[in-house]
């Protein structure tokens, strides 16, 4: 039995761990591009060179590794797409839940700060610094009830 890992051989980046009989059957797994070591691997590691190396540890969740530099880097799609996320979630928690006798119930005051929130949070994305640094609006007083 012997250990093996598959990698990327551009980038380093490691494609499966695991366990063969024999070499033959390692060299079978791998695509164009991935080469492969007599080595086992773990989360958190790459190739470089021939070896493998432990990558430094992950400054957050915001961040993922990027293989050209081999630094963290920060996720600004998923910052983003977790962003939006919260914001159609306090959408449907606040001012998509007005339905029309509520809206009837509530004083012009009450009406233009729902339309105010609601729009600040459309208008998140645009915000400067989005989507790493967001300044959410509060919940007006009437969507606190």
């Known amino acids: 039995?012997?250990?093996?890992?598959?990698?990327?051989?551009?980038?380093?980046?490691?494609?499966?761990t695991g366990t063969a009989q024999q070499e033959e059957d390692v060299?079978?797994?791998?695509?164009?591009?991935?080469?492969?070591?007599l080595e086992y691997s773990t989360q958190n590691q790459y190739v470089s060179f021939g070896a493998i190396v432990s990558m430094p540890p992950k400054p957050s969740?915001?961040?993922?590794f990027d293989y050209a530099t081999k630094t963290w880097v920060i996720d600004t799609q998923g910052v983003a797409a977790?962003?939006?996320?919260?914001?159609?979630?306090l959408l449907a928690e606040?001012?998509?839940?007005?339905?029309?006798?509520?809206?009837?119930?509530m004083s012009a005051a009450e009406q233009s700060d729902v339309t105010?929130?609601?729009?600040?949070?459309?208008?998140a994305p645009?915000?400067?610094?989005?989507?790493?640094?967001?300044?959410?609006?509060?919940?007006?007083?009437?969507?606190?009830?």
Do not use: C
Not at 10 to 15: K, L, R, Y
Not at 94 to 105: C, E, I, Q, T
Not at 116 to 123: C, F, K, S, V
């Open 94 to 105: 606040g001012p998509d839940r007005v339905n029309p006798m509520w809206w009837a119930s």
């Open 61 to 64: 969740d915001d961040h993922r």
């Open 82 to 89: 977790r962003a939006m996320v919260k914001r159609n979630q």
């Open 27 to 37: 060299a079978a797994l791998r695509s164009t591009g991935q080469e492969y070591l």
């Open 116 to 123: 105010a929130y609601r729009q600040a949070l459309l208008d």
């Open 1 to 16: 039995m012997i250990f093996y890992t598959v990698f990327n051989s551009n980038s380093g980046e490691i494609i499966i």
């Open 126 to 145: 645009q915000q400067p610094g989005y989507p790493l640094q967001i300044d959410w609006p509060p919940l007006p007083a009437v969507l606190g009830q």
